[in-house]
């Protein structure tokens, strides 16, 4: 089975100077950038803020070497059975290994093709997907107070190109983050509003659901919001707050879930199947 990553060499840097240069990191590919489709009549899509597989009480795992298996087959059960064509995943832990296996091949092993950022403390966001992921690239957001990037891939599914991104967007560490938040959410919206097939998955970390707005405003759809009403995702054990969604553009939300598994992450699970929209091809 082969395999995409993403290693990014990067030091440390402080709010307002984060980079968004594509020199600031290394990418390795295993296999020439050719074309190769993938069909499908709808495409199922998930995101999960995974909580590093530790509830989110961590930067690091806390599963025990002792437990790590039966673990890793809770969490690839509860994917295995959404049976998603692409997966957005943040908060990501790389160094969780079972047996010496790493994660990305024992709990994603359906999924040939991946792409995963570096982790910064609560940072790493990353894409597994059945589709070929082609054109791979890391930004860093232009004003972050944490190390704050999106992971960007092109998917060639029934003969449109498809854009697919993964991100965690800052919370409220003072004022700065929601500043900064308010300008991430901006930057998305200029970047991919000039394509006719978005998909992003996020953490948005939105204290207001009328931070989504810009998004509508520019043509995007929300699957967890707008008509079908808000879906709360945080914290697992007791939902509160509507922080993590998939944003569409170009396609036509057929029905979308919560799933819930207080035991493996605190934040929710976000599902939907999209058709893409007969007015946009």
């Known amino acids: 089975m082969r395999y995409l990553s993403i290693l990014l060499l990067i030091f440390p840097i402080v709010f307002t100077a984060c980079s968004n240069s594509m020199d600031d990191f290394l990418e390795e590919m295993s296999e020439p950038d050719s074309p190769q489709m993938y069909y499908t009549d709808t495409l199922t899509i998930a995101h999960w803020n995974i909580g590093h597989f530790a509830l989110g009480k961590s930067n690091n795992t806390a599963i025990s070497s002792e437990d790590s298996e039966s673990m890793s087959f809770r969490y690839k059960s509860l994917l295995d059975s959404i049976d998603a064509d692409i997966i957005g995943i943040c908060e990501y832990n790389p160094s969780f290994s079972v047996n010496g296996e790493k994660t990305s091949s024992y709990i994603f092993g359906t999924y040939p093709y991946n792409c ?112 079908r009403g808000f879906n709360y995702t945080y914290p697992a054990d007791n939902p509160l707050r509507a922080i993590d969604n998939i944003i569409v553009k170009g396609f036509d939300i057929i029905n979308s879930e919560v799933i819930t598994d207080k035991q493996l992450s605190d934040h929710c699970l976000v599902n939907c199947r999209i058709l893409f929209n007969n007015n946009s091809q």
Request: hydrophobic share 35%.
């Open 116 to 227: 995963i950022g570096s982790k910064y403390s609560y940072n790493c966001n990353a894409i597994f997907s059945r589709a070929k992921l082609h054109n791979n690239k890391v930004v860093f957001f232009e004003k972050c107070v944490q190390q704050r990037y999106y992971v960007v891939s092109k998917l060639i599914i029934n003969n449109n190109e498809v854009l697919f991104v993964e991100t965690h967007l800052d919370f409220n560490q003072g004022e700065e983050g929601s500043v900064c938040r308010y300008d991430q959410i901006h930057q998305l919206v200029k970047e991919f509003c000039k394509y006719t097939f978005v998909i992003i998955c996020a953490d948005y970390n939105v204290s207001d659901i009328n931070e989504f707005q810009p998004f509508v405003d520019a043509g995007f759809s929300l699957v967890n919001g707008e008509g």
